[in-house]
Structure formats: C-alpha cells, structure tokens
C-alpha cells in the first residue's frame, strides 16, 4: 500500500503555497518534519543561495525551510513554551509576511496555549496558529481548510470587485506541474482579457491574497483542494464560484469548455483563447497524423487511472474520445466533487465500461498508468503494465528544469507527447 | 439590585471558569449558578469540561446529553449541527457537554482542546449569551484542561474548595495554573467554600484565603437539600427557591454580577504558596526534614541493561525519531508484516523513500525488484478521535488486515501519539495473538521519539528481532558467517555484499545471514547457525548490538568490520582465512588482487602523484583514504576531524606521519584552504562545501567494499583533475548570490 499524503501535509503545502509565507513547525525533528521539509525543497524551492546552514544551527539543523521546535519526550510533559519563543524570535526578522506555527500529531496533545506566546512576542500580528491540522484525513480537506484559515487570519478588506479580475481557486504543490498549470491558464485568461488577481495555496503572496477580493469571480478548477474556499469568498464577500461542467480544463475538450464557462461567466471574449487552442489542436493533428498509420498510434491501448475527480473525469473523457484509449481501472480518491464523480460514472455506464471503476490494475494489466509515480513504477516494473505517468508531486519525483503543464492546451501537447512516446516502444 | 429583561437590554458576555478537585462539588455549584443567573433573566450558556459529563445534570432534570465529543465521533462534518449538542435546560439555560474518553484510554485533555474549537465552528459563542460557565476538572490542569483558562475564555475563575488538605491543594494548583497565563490580568474572582463540616475547617479555609489573599465569597454549608434535589435531577434553586442553600446562591451570583465591568468587577491575582507554605498555613504543619531516599538493593545483574543512543545518553537535540530507525531495521524483514501505528504523515518518508529505493536499484539491474514490499505496510491512520479516545480499535483492525493477507509474523511500531495517551499495544497484541495460536505479534513501542533519536530507534528494533533468535544450534553450519547491522554500503549495496560473498565463497564459506538486510525471518531465527558474525561497522550502534547479540548468542566477532580498501580487505580477508583454517588460499586471492589493484592505481597516479588533499570528516575511521594517497603519491595536508555527531575518537594508522586536528570548525576548514591551498579537497557533510575555486569531492558515509572499493573513489579524483575547476554553471550564480 502507497500511502498519500494526508491532510496534515495539506496543511503545510497551504501554507508554504503562499510565497512569502514560512512555517515553523512545533514538532520533533523527525519524519513529521522530514517528509514536508524535502518536498518543499523539490517542488517549491526558495533557496537563493548554495550555502547551507550547519547541522548546528538550532531550529534548522542544515536545512533552510521549516525550522522545528525539535520536541523531545520532556517536552511532551513541559511543555514546547520556551523553545517556540526562541524560535519565533530567531525568524521574525527575517522579512515574511505571513508566519504559521503548526502542531504536528504529538504536539497538539501537549496543549500548549500558543496563542499566549505570539502575543507575548509581539508577533501575533504576523503569525498564526494551526493547533491541529487535519491528521489522516485526506490532503485536500486539510489543504481546503487551511487556506480558508489563512484567508479568514487575514482578516481581508471587501473591496470594490473589479471586472475582468478573477481568482483561481484549488491548485496545489502536490499536483504534478503545478506551477505549468497556472501558467497556462493565466496565460488563456490574459488572451480573454482577464487579469489573474490570486491563486490561494499556488504560490500567491500575502498581499496578493488581500487582493483576491477584488474579484469579480472565483474560477475552480479543483474544487476537491478548494470547496470551502470557494465558500468562504462567497459568503463573506459575495464572489461567485464559478465551475467548469466538464471539470478542469484537461486536454482540448475540456479546455474549450472550461474558456466557454469562463467567458460566459465574465463577459469576456473567449474568441482569442479558443483560436490558441485551436492552433494547438491543428498542430497536435499534424504530429498525430505523422504516426496514426504505424505501430506506434495509441487507439485500442488501455489505461487505469487514479487521482482527483476533476482531474481524471476529463482527462479519461479526453483520452477515450481523442485518441480512442480504453480506460480499464478508474479509482476516484478521497474527498471527491460529487458531481464530477457521478458524471465520470455515467461516463463509464454509458460506454459499456462499468468493470473498470476501482478495478485493481495489477489485475487489468493496462498499457498506461496515470497516478502516483511510485505505483506506476510498481506496475512496470512487476509487468503489469507498460508505462506509467505521473500525475502527483512526491519527494522522490524527478527533478524538472523546463516548466511542463497537464492543462490547458500546452498540457494537452505534453500529454500527447507522453503517450506517443510510450506508445512507439510498445511492441504490435 | 438591577432586574435585567434580557429582551431588553444589552448583552454582558461575561466568562466564567469554575474549577476544582475532582468531587468536590463543582457541578453542583455551577449548575445552581447557572439557575440562579437564569432565574433573573440572563442568557446562559454552561460547558461541561469534565469526562464524565455531568456537570449540566440537574438542569436537564437528571438526563445526561450527549456529548461534544461523542457526537463528532459519529456525525460526519457537513452534517454537523449547533442544535444537536446544546440542550436547554432550566431557565433556558444552554447546556452543553464536552465529554471524554472512557477511562484508561485516550487524552482527555485533548478532548477539552477539540471540543473549544468545535463549538467555535459551529458559531456557539459566548456572544450569544450574557454568562458562560465552564464547568473544569482541576485535578489535573495540563495544557488542555487549562484551555478554559486562556485568555480568551475565561475572564474571571473560581476556585471551589473543602477544608480538607487535598481540596486546597489542587486549588493551589489552580493557581499556579492561573499564574501562567497572567499576561491576561487579574482574573481569580475569589474561592467558593464548599464545607464538609470537618472540624477546624472553617479556618483552614480562612488562612488558606488569606494566605493567597483571594476572599471567602460563600461559605456552602453540608446540607440534605442538595442530595435530595440531586436526587429529583435539579439544582437546589429550581427545586428549594426559598430555601437558605437558595439564598446563599442568589448572593453568589450578586458577586458574579459584580464582574460585570461597569460594575468595576472584583477579581484578584493568582499568588499560589509553596508546597512548604501550604503545610505550614493550612496544616499548621512545620517539617523542614527532607525526605528519606529508598535505598535499593537489587544486584547490577538484575537490572536489563539499556542501549542508549549518544544523542539520548547526552540529551542532545535528537535528530531523526526512533519511530523511523525502527522502520528502517524492520522493512529489511522480508515476510513480515509492519504495522505502523501512527498518523499517516508519520509513515510517508520512510515508506516511499523505501520503496522508490526499490525500484530504482531495480531499475539500475543490481537486484529483481521485489513487490511484495507495498504489501507488507499497515497504517493505522490516528486521526485527532484516536487522540481523544484512544487508538486501540484502530490497531486491531490493522492487525487483523495482516492476518487477513496471510502473515504469521507482524511487527507493530509505534509514534509519538499513541505513546502519549498511553494506547496499550502489548494488551492489544495480547489479546489478537490468542485467536492465531501460529501468529507472531512484536510491539515495538519507541512512541516516535518519546524513547529517542533514528538510532535509539534502530537498536531497538535490532534488540525485538535479537528477541526472536532461536537458541537451538543442532543445525550449526560449520563454515558460514553473519553479517550484522549493515547501513547500505556505496551506491549499490547489494553489489557490495556480493563483493563480501564472493571473497568469503572463494575460501569455501557461505553467508548464512544478514542480520538485519534482506533477511526472512527464518534466516534471522537460525542466526546461530553461523560460526562467525563479521559486524559492518564499528560505530557505536553496532556496539551496542554486539552486545545485545552477545546475550543470546555465543558466536565470535570478527573484529574488524566490513573493509574499504586493499589494505583494509587483505587485512580483514586473512583474519577470516585465518579462522576457518585458509590462510594459504587468502594469501593467493590476495596477490591475485594486488596485481589488479597496482594496474588500476598505474592507470590514475600520473594524475594524482604529487597532488595536495586537505581532508574535512566526521567519521572516526578514513585509513583507506590515507592508504590511497599513500599508494598514488598525494599529499595529505591535514585531516580536520569534526565533532559532529560522534565523540568517539579518531584513530588512525598514520598518527604522527599526518597532521590531524580534533574538534575541527568550519572557521578552521575555511582558513586552512586558503593557507594551506590545497589541489584537493574531502569532505563529508553538505554546509562544508568548499569554495567554487578548489577541487572536491564528498567521502561516503557509508564507503563500498572490498580491494577495489578505494581505488574507485580515486578514480573519480583523477578525473576531476581532468576536468574544469569551476562548472559553467557556477558563475552564473554571481549574480543570484
């Protein structure tokens, strides 16, 4: 079993999704800590300089983000008070605008009164507590959670709501290219005229995030990591939500769709983006039509996928429609969007393919596995099916120096690109 | 006195704590209180912070609600709501319940802690009310039990009390609680006397108050009229309103009334006595005697000996948990069952960096990847309920998922969470093995890092598995040995116990177990089968498993460890040769190798002879790198030898021909490679990376094996003199630095 991260990861990945924003954890030094400090380190680097710090400095221990009480047994009894004063004191000055102190599992049993010490160090202007932070549940819950605890900390201003300004709600560090994503969709809002104010949790800053309320409406590409966000700027400032039937906007169909949405919503001119899109399609075709003739052409391959509903409803749609690739093992992960999941159901029904929801792919042996990277390798390299693909961020994920995206029309390329690839090793 | 119409005046929103010993009579207070407050027209909201949730009995008319924590055990978040957990009871008075966990099991003071920021979600504040009363257990006031007493709670607490000696202890405690949160103020409204008509009470009680300088604000006389209300499920103010008790009530809540802050509200410091003070005033008790020690006179023998990490033996910051050593020991067990009885964040490092290991020597063709190991890990998932009640159920069904799929030998470890509440793993344990008569269960209860660092983590789980050997040795096998406490040796270790298997294969000797690398537990049980054990290194750690082997084994160790080098290994080769009777075909191999080894360093020392190294390292052993140098003519400036994070000392074949420095800094690092200049520099941890400007390259923590083990390292040295100092790269960094 390959666990997932949890909603405590969600937590921190919040957090950290806000670029000047800096956790300090109240925990041991140990796996609780590690796992976060590496993938920060992976997926979201902010080190500007090849200096490390020495194994000596206390709080960091070699490391640069994630500075940690290092709580031992006596602590547990003690009380964390006195290291965390250090601690708060030592990062204060160091320029973020936003820090957190989280609890990890342990620590929340101790029930140190936290809020106590901010104010006693002058720092309960800038720093926020999370006394729990959603152990075990599934990320995206914790994750959803504590951006809207962030958002509510803030104590944003209603301000005026601008048209063409809109916020892009439910991207997250623990999505494969994230940082592609955004682009390419801000990239199709700017060709609609639209201005991207904030993406809470996907690397806006805090003065961007006091902004967000000038939105005239918040765009949910996965409401999986953003349903009560979503809910916390309607009912506290009144911008709609605004979602895409077709989910998010993966592959040419559902990108057309999610512009169509987008536009309607805003009053914008989806003219601009589509032809983008179009010429990426005219392109894609062309490349397609290159190898459709030979061996190495996708249809009739079979695939399992698993991931978020809004992610993999699309994409399955797309793949199935597109390129005629068969989906064999769909497993839909924790804290679905209802309304996804039914529709990929229906997908499935309608299209004689009801066996392949929650089939166990080692079962199914699939040519293409679209998931957790290390699950994918799993299947490889016991046989049980051919290639795999990624589709989460995890400490041990590659290193990527060019910015590839899963959305949009670029994420479309990438995709194609990915399985035209694959497909040519496959034997006939 | 002001009659308030709560329709129509302002709201007050006063919070009041009231805390006490244990059956002392809290409930009953709070609850009349409540009543009294009620029956003059204020809006009241009472919390029950007490397991037992009793607190808001008599005004629900004897009926116990359920309670806060009880509810969100059971009703999913969307679901949740306000009405379902507050009940109206006398006077409309808004009750609410937190509860707890059954006794024995769980963290109660969590409970408190989840149950305040519940009601919070749900929008039940004390807004909505003029008074809210926190009914508290203030036997213990650990950080959840104090959470009433936050600031942005309570605003005034009182303190009921006896006169008996226990009673005004724990409210000294209060105090000493309250004392730590006075950045709020003066908050300590005054004591409650709730008498037992004990003799020399009333003025126990007294000099207690003065002492502490808080007022009696009522004195509650020993009356049948609160057990007979009791008895009917109401407070003496529903049941008895003209009664004296009643009386005395309504007074008390003139006094609350009087914190109301137009009404310049009477509250005090928390000034809390010394335990000897204590005695004297109330006991009127003066015993400057310390206590006497117990003396004990058990025999050394008798005491089980405790393997401590350095880091625990001199409470060092720990670094790593034992939660994860463990793991890294027992994933090696190649059919058995894990189950990690923790969060799920606590499993994720070790589990994927574990797996994409796997996989990725796999994929490199050192060994058949092995699938088995996804199937082999159990979390139990402890979420903030398993906190509050208790993780236990959550660990049988784990167990019983193990069992489910087959497996006759589990392992459980613990984190810190279930060690902290105090989960009973050995009961658990106890209690599933009797239904599988062939199962085996090993808690392994490190509690994270309650016991210590990774490798307090690693000894322990070494110390469960030493647990397992069989002591039978009928099947001895007269030429095998063990490998013990392996690390991962180079970048393959698989290869380099090869290495290891072929030098010993070659004088006619089998391994007959890695104790503990990709080992099943029956290899592992016939570790006595073997005639020599040959350890993989010689740090601290495999000391203290040598020992606990030692107790249960009567194998020899070869004293030296698994070697880096050519001279290393001839040594180590003929040691083992020598012990198994084959020294003639040692010394073959070895000029065999030898010849090898002068090729290869023929090939690489044009590029190396005459260089300069300036070494910097922690490890206390690197003779194959001064062996080396000596083998291709380099100059060894200096060995720094750092301090972290062993005090194990240096030692070194080259003492005297080499300069060596102890208790080496960075200061010193950074200044000796500008003086010294070196053409070459070694070393081990990352914040010691030399400047841009000068050769250099990482020694390995964990070296590889065997003759040629060194020479591939200086292979690598003499193509960096090969190549450009500094990489491209590097001077765009000019810029971003």
């Given amino acids: 079993m390959i666990p997932d991260p949890d909603g405590y990861i969600g937590t921190l990945l919040a957090i950290e999704g806000v670029s000047d924003a800096r956790t300090i954890l109240n925990s041991p030094s140990a796996a609780c800590r590690a796992y976060p400090m590496h993938f920060m380190r992976l997926h979201n680097p902010r080190e500007t300089t090849r200096k490390r710090r020495s194994t000596d400095v206390q709080f960091f221990f070699g490391q640069s983000r994630m500075p940690c009480t290092y709580l031992d047994s006596d602590d547990y009894i003690f009380g964390s008070t006195q290291k965390l004063q250090k601690v708060l004191s030592m990062v204060a000055g160091d320029g973020d605008a936003l820090l957190a102190v989280v609890n990890s599992p342990g620590a929340s049993l101790i029930g140190d009164d936290l809020q106590r010490f901010l104010v006693e160090a002058h720092l309960d202007h800038i720093c926020m507590i999370f006394e729990s932070a959603a152990y075990s549940r599934p990320f995206p819950e914790g994750f959803d959670e504590a951006t809207v605890s962030i958002l509510r900390w803030l104590r944003l201003n209603r301000l005026p709501r601008l048209k063409k300004r809109v916020n892009l709600l439910g991207f997250s560090m623990i999505q494969k290219h994230w940082q592609g994503n955004i682009a390419e969709l801000r990239h199709l809002c700017d060709l609609m005229g639209l201005t991207v104010v904030a993406v809470p949790g996907g690397g806006s800053s805090v003065s961007e995030l006091r902004e967000s309320t000038t939105a005239s409406c918040n765009i949910v590409v996965f409401p999986e990591y953003s349903h009560k966000t979503a809910q916390f700027y309607k009912t506290e400032f009144g911008i709609p939500i605004v979602y895409s039937p077709d989910g998010a906007p993966v592959g040419f169909t559902a990108t057309e769709a999610w512009i169509q949405t987008v536009a309607s919503a805003t009053g914008c001119d989806p003219a601009p983006a589509l032809a983008e899109i179009k010429r990426l399609r005219t392109h894609a075709y062309r490349q397609i039509a290159l190898s459709h003739q030979d061996a190495g052409y996708p249809k009739g391959a079979t695939f399992a996928i698993r991931g978020d509903s809004s992610f993999i409803y699309p994409l399955s749609h797309w793949l199935f429609e597109y390129l005629g690739m068969i989906p064999v093992s769909v497993e839909i992960m924790p804290s679905a969007d209802p309304e996804t999941s039914r529709r990929f159901e229906n997908f499935l029904a309608a299209n004689n393919l009801p066996n392949a929801l929650n089939a166990d792919p080692a079962v199914v042996n699939p040519d293409f596995y679209f998931g957790v990277g290390l699950a994918g390798k799993d299947l490889e390299l016991s046989g049980k099916c051919r290639t795999s693909i990624e589709l989460f961020n995890r400490v041990t994920s590659d290193v990527h120096f060019t910015q590839m995206a899963y959305l949009g029309g670029q994420g479309a390329l990438w995709i194609l690109e990915l399985i035209f690839n694959a497909v040519k090793g496959f034997p006939e | ?737």
């Fill in chain 2, 1 to 737: 006195m002001k009659i308030y119409n709560s329709a129509m005046r302002e709201m007050i929103h006063i919070k009041i704590a009231i805390y006490g010993k244990g059956g002392i009579g809290k409930s009953t207070i709070s609850a009349n209180i409540s009543a009294a407050l009620a029956e003059k027209g204020y809006r009241v909201l009472q919390i029950g912070c007490d397991p037992k949730h009793d607190s808001t009995r008599l005004l629900l008319g004897g009926k116990i609600p359920e309670t806060v924590l009880q509810y969100i055990k059971t009703v999913l978040p969307d679901d949740r709501k306000a009405e379902d957990i507050v009940y109206r009871g006398y006077g409309n008075v808004a009750c609410v319940e937190a509860g707890g966990p059954e006794p024995g099991v769980g963290c109660a003071g969590r409970g408190v802690i989840t149950t305040f920021e519940f009601l919070e979600s749900l929008g039940i504040q004390s807004s909505l009310f003029d008074f809210t009363l926190y009914d508290v257990l203030g036997d213990v006031v650990c950080g959840g039990f104090a959470v009433p007493i936050r600031s942005k709670y309570a605003e005034a607490i009182y303190i009921v009390t006896s006169g008996e000696y226990l009673s005004i202890y724990a409210a000294n405690n209060i105090l000493r609680g309250i004392q730590n949160f006075s950045d709020a103020g003066d908050r300590v409204a005054g004591i409650i006397y709730n008498a037992r008509s004990l003799m020399d009470e009333d003025d126990r009680v007294t000099r207690f108050a003065r002492a502490v300088h808080l007022p009696i604000i009522v004195r509650v006389p020993r009356s049948e009229l609160f057990a007979r209300a009791e008895k009917e499920g109401c407070t003496v103010i529903e049941r008895y309103p003209e009664s004296q008790e009643a009386v005395l009530f309504n007074a008390l809540v003139e006094h609350v009334e009087s914190i109301i802050p137009e009404n310049s509200g009477n509250l005090y410091p928390a000034l809390p006595l010394s335990d000897e003070d204590l005695e004297q005033i109330v006991l009127l008790r003066k015993d400057s005697k310390a206590a006497n020690k117990f003396l004990f006179q058990s025999k050394k023998d008798d005491i089980p000996e405790k393997y401590l990490s350095e880091s625990v033996r001199n409470k060092r910051p720990l670094m790593g948990c034992a939660f994860i050593g463990a793991m890294s020991v027992i994933s090696q067990i190649t059919d058995a069952a894990i189950v990690l009885h923790c969060p799920r964040g606590c499993s994720l490092m070790l589990t994927e960096r574990l797996l994409y290991i796997e996989q990725d020597s796999a994929i490199r063709g050192y060994h058949t990847y092995n699938r088995e190991m996804i199937g082999r890990y159990f979390v139990t998932d402890m979420a903030d309920e398993d906190f509050i009640f208790g993780g236990e159920k959550k660990l049988r069904v784990a167990l019983e998922s193990a069992i489910g799929k087959g497996f006759s030998t589990i392992f459980i470890i613990t984190s810190c969470p279930p060690g902290i509440i105090g989960d009973d793993i050995g009961k658990v344990s106890t209690d599933v093995s009797k239904c599988f008569p062939d199962l085996q269960i090993i808690p392994i209860k490190v509690d994270g890092n309650l016991t210590g660092d990774f490798d307090q983590g690693f000894m322990e789980a070494y110390r469960a598995v030493i647990g397992m050997i069989s002591p039978d040795t009928s099947l001895k096998i007269s030429r095998s040995v063990n490998i013990i406490a392996e690390r991962g040796h180079g970048m393959n270790p698989e290869k380099n116990i090869q290495v290891i298997q072929d030098l010993i294969g070659s004088l006619g000797i089998s391994l007959n177990c890695r104790f503990l690398t990709r080992s099943d537990v029956d290899s592992l049980r016939h570790y006595n089968d073997a005639k020599l054990s040959i350890p993989a290194n010689q740090d601290d750690t495999t000391k203290s498993i040598k020992k606990m082997l030692a107790v249960v084994s009567d194998i020899p160790f070869l004293d030296q460890p698994l070697p880096t080098g050519f001279y290393e290994t001839k040594e180590w080769f003929l040691a083992v040769a020598e012990i198994f009777g084959e020294d003639e075909k040692a010394h073959q191999i070895i000029e065999t190798e030898r010849e090898e080894y002068q090729k290869r360093i023929g090939r690489i020392r044009p590029f190396l002879k005459g260089k300069t190294i300036l070494i910097s390292t922690v490890l206390r052993k690197i003779d194959w790198i001064c062996d080396l140098a000596e083998d291709l003519g380099i100059k060894i400036l200096k060995i720094g030898v750092m301090n972290f994070p062993f005090p194990v000392p240096f030692t070194t074949r080259y003492e005297g021909r080499i300069p060596i420095v102890n208790n080496y800094t960075e200061d010193l690092y950074f200044d000796d490679i500008q003086s010294l200049k070196p053409d070459l520099i070694l070393y081990n941890l990352h914040f010691m990376l030399p400047p841009d400007q000068v050769r250099s390259a990482r020694i390995p923590m964990n070296p590889e094996i065997g003759f040629h083990a060194a020479i591939r390292q200086a292979e690598k040295w003499s193509i960096l003199m090969q190549i450009p100092v500094i990489d491209g790269w590097k001077k765009d960094g000019v810029e971003v630095e």
